[in-house]
């Protein structure tokens, strides 16, 4: 009776074992998300106005190649090899979060509050509109991330840009792991805004 006892009690152990290593295994990891984030801003809130401050501008459409049309972030694992993790991804999309981070930097550079995104600039009358087309924007973890847009900047009156820029940055990361790949996403994205805003204040300070 003894042995039968222990007999029942080592295949109810086995079996109890089995499902917590079965649970164990089936257990995916948690799903981190990320944003990017605007520059901070400066702390004189007294700066001047610019060229741009009184006039209305849309920013978009932005064009996004295929592959980071999508809620994971790409990584460049070769030369010729993306990778795509699929526990840490965007909040929202990565389009969304660009086309955010760039109307707010945009509007601190400019002093303005007139920046709006195009799809919803039809009843603002707009003064400028800037396109864009992303080529590339991804990066290798520990390494850099590299942001390549050709962009263009058209008076509402005519609609189609007057002049193409062709932009490439590369911003280093400054660890190995997603956040800091992210941040230097958001630094890269700075750095475009601020050819952008130049450019536009070369326009607006010779318009009417």
């Avoid at 801003?41 to 996004?64: F, H, L, R």
């Avoid at 603002?124 to 290798?140: C, K, T």
Wanted: with cysteine.
């Amino acid at each position: 009776m003894m042995k039968l006892n222990l007999k029942r009690t080592a295949a109810a152990t086995a079996l109890l074992t089995v499902m917590l290593l079965s649970a164990c295994a089936g257990k995916s990891p948690p799903v981190d998300f990320y944003t990017l984030s605007a520059a901070v801003p400066s702390a004189d809130t007294s700066a001047a106005e610019t060229p741009c401050s009184d006039k209305v501008i849309a920013i978009g459409p932005v064009n996004w190649p295929r592959y980071l049309d999508q809620p994971r972030i790409v990584t460049r694992t070769g030369p010729n090899r993306l990778g795509f993790d699929e526990f840490h991804r965007w909040a929202g999309s990565l389009s969304d979060n660009f086309e955010r981070v760039l109307i707010k930097n945009l509007a601190g550079q400019l002093q303005s509050a007139l920046l709006v995104s195009s799809r919803r600039s039809a009843r603002f009358n707009p003064a400028y509109r800037v396109e864009l087309v992303i080529q590339q924007f991804d990066g290798e973890l520990g390494g850099d991330v590299i942001l390549d847009v050709n962009w263009g900047i058209s008076p509402t009156a005519s609609g189609k840009p007057d002049s193409i820029h062709s932009t490439t940055l590369w911003e280093t990361t400054t660890g190995p792991d997603y956040d800091a790949l992210v941040s230097a996403s958001s630094r890269a994205t700075t750095r475009l805004s601020q050819e952008i805003a130049t450019e536009l204040n070369n326009r607006c300070s010779t318009s009417p």
